[in-house]
């Protein structure tokens, strides 16, 4: 399996911009994925990359991989109240993810 | 396009019970993966279906099953509950199964909490 470690608590004012970190210790994941979830919700797919890309924008998203130091982040341009939430990182693993214990991001006005 | 639907949507059991948690992916998926969510153990993948087949299982014990329908529409069965079984379990679907980028789709979960 692959260990994947991330912070558990970041905050940040609305309209900053917020950057999520995450390391792993597996490196043959071919895809990396970032995953929010809302109280009482399930988990939504925000993003995801190749492991052969170094970045990925997608309007206010924006991934970064460092393969050679197994770092993924996750950068939130312009965060909102609406961002407050859990976020998960995820690197694949024959047919299942393995997740992270998520990163809790509080934006407060 | 409907989502993953989950039901029930919380359950409450004593230990010894027996569940069964039920999931419809979202049409065309043909994969469904379940997941157990907890506080201490975060999110922990319990088993992978496509096409009815059981193709991988986390590490869990035998007490916790699942099967998956000709509609793709699956179940997941935790027999002789235990407290520690207590958490969110969530249900997961992809279009594409093994191919490497796995786009799940999660449902809202089923709260479960065993007394």
């Known amino acids: 399996g692959e260990d994947v470690e991330q912070s558990l608590f970041l905050s940040v004012r609305e309209g900053d911009s917020s950057v999520i970190n995450c390391t792993y210790t597996?490196?043959?994941?071919?895809?990396l994925y970032w995953y929010k979830q809302e109280p009482g919700a399930g988990l939504q797919l925000l993003t995801y990359i190749f492991s052969n890309m170094d970045m990925k924008q997608d309007q206010r998203l924006t991934v970064l991989l460092n393969k050679k130091d197994k770092h993924l982040s996750l950068r939130i341009a312009d965060t909102q109240t609406g961002d407050s939430a859990i976020y998960f990182c995820a690197g694949n693993s024959g047919y299942a993810l393995n997740f992270g214990k998520g990163t809790s991001l509080l934006v407060t006005p | 396009k409907a989502g993953v639907t989950q039901t029930p949507r919380y359950l409450i059991k004593t230990r010894g019970q027996q569940v069964t948690l039920s999931c419809s992916p979202i049409s065309g998926h043909r994969s469904v993966s379940w997941y157990q969510q907890t506080p201490g153990q975060g999110l922990q993948f319990l088993f992978e279906?496509?096409?009815?087949?059981?193709?991988n299982k986390g590490n869990f014990p035998g007490r916790f099953s699942g099967r998956q329908f000709s509609n793709s529409r699956s179940e997941m069965n935790v027999s002789t509950l235990e407290l520690g079984d207590s958490a969110l379990y969530l249900c997961?679907?992809?279009?594409?199964?093994?191919?490497?980028?796995?786009?799940?789709?999660f449902g809202s979960g089923t709260q479960l909490s065993v007394l």
């Open positions: 997961a679907s992809s279009l594409l199964s093994g191919q490497g980028d796995e786009k799940l789709f």
């Open positions: 597996d490196s043959s994941s071919t895809y």
């Open positions: 279906y496509f096409s009815e087949t059981q193709r």
